[in-house]
């Protein structure tokens, strides 16, 4: 046997070991996301299954009629608000959090750990607990404010439109925050000391020496940080769903639990699909700069 003949042999056999894996992905992943895609341009509406269009190539419709929806373009602006707010709140406490347990402290395995743990609890159960705090008969939120005198009555904070996104986003930063301190932490650690002491030697302050050697020294870990973070907060349906389901009145209402809506209740799948296709081109945009200034910071 040739020595080419036995390596093409012994790769088949590799190929072969492969080919169920590339079977489970493409009917989990792939597939799925292709019928989706398909879904957007087409005429589904359940209710209108007897139809002589349904299911019939639609083109463009879906797309326009739902940039006509008022109530997609309140989810469109509660979006950015939502992934804005969050990044924005998550990335500053992140670094305050993470410069403070860089310090030399006691117990500061004891505070790392602990500052984990918000991280680490289940988003359905993260939820679920700060609802039964918000809730207006027995929230200890509620509880607390009244025996210290500042209510005098508990307030619906998920059903009152002026707190209902803060509640939930306050949820959320306490669920995000630890995700971007890790980075945040791992970056400043890499950072060598010999530059705090010159800077110390300088004259320079705390302040002044953030902006001149640590800001420039974990910025890039810090992008990376950013993009994750914003991927993960446009991706957060289970936080929004379950504490307020997009209410009251839309004020809460995101593109995601917008689709799901359309999907479930409305029964036109194929405008939720248009609504899946827009933000998996937003999250495509984001993995993109998300890839980049990775290759950046391995050049």
Not at 2 to 23: E, F, H, M, Q, T
Not at 45 to 70: C, H, M, V, W, Y
Not at 158 to 175: C, Q, Y
Request: aromatic letters at 14%; charged letters at 15%; a positive charge.
């Amino acid at each position: 046997m040739k020595p080419s003949d036995y390596s093409l042999k012994r790769n088949w056999r590799g190929y072969l070991l492969v080919v169920p894996a590339c079977i489970a992905i493409f009917l989990v992943s792939i597939y799925p996301m292709l019928y989706g895609i398909s879904l957007a341009f087409q005429n589904y509406t359940l209710t209108k299954a007897n139809s002589d269009d349904f299911r019939t190539f639609a083109g463009l419709k879906n797309f326009i009629e739902i940039f006509k929806q008022s109530e997609y373009i309140q989810a469109c602006q509660n979006t950015l608000f939502w992934t804005l707010t969050n990044v924005i709140v998550q990335v500053v406490l992140a670094v305050l959090i993470a410069l403070a347990l860089n310090r030399k402290i006691k117990g500061r395995g004891f505070f790392r750990t602990t500052a984990l743990i918000p991280w680490a609890v289940p988003s359905v159960i993260a939820a679920l607990t700060f609802r039964f705090l918000y809730d207006a008969n027995v929230g200890i939120i509620n509880a607390v404010l009244k025996k210290l005198g500042i209510l005098a009555d508990g307030i619906s904070w998920l059903g009152n439109l002026e707190t209902a996104r803060w509640a939930v986003v306050i949820e959320s930063i306490w669920k995000g925050t630890p995700f971007v301190m890790i980075f945040v932490l791992a970056a400043l650690q890499s950072v060598p000391h010999e530059m705090y002491e010159s800077a110390r030697v300088d004259g320079a302050g705390g302040v002044k020496t953030f902006f001149k050697i640590t800001l420039p020294m974990i910025k890039e870990t810090l992008g990376i940080a950013t993009i994750l973070t914003t991927i993960g907060t446009i991706n957060n349906f289970n936080a929004v769903w379950l504490m307020t389901q997009g209410g009251p009145l839309g004020s809460t209402e995101i593109m995601f639990t917008y689709a799901y809506r359309r999907a479930f209740s409305a029964h036109n799948f194929g405008q939720a699909a248009a609504i899946s296709v827009i933000m998996f081109i937003i999250i495509a945009l984001c993995t993109f700069v998300y890839t980049k200034l990775i290759g950046e910071e391995e050049d």
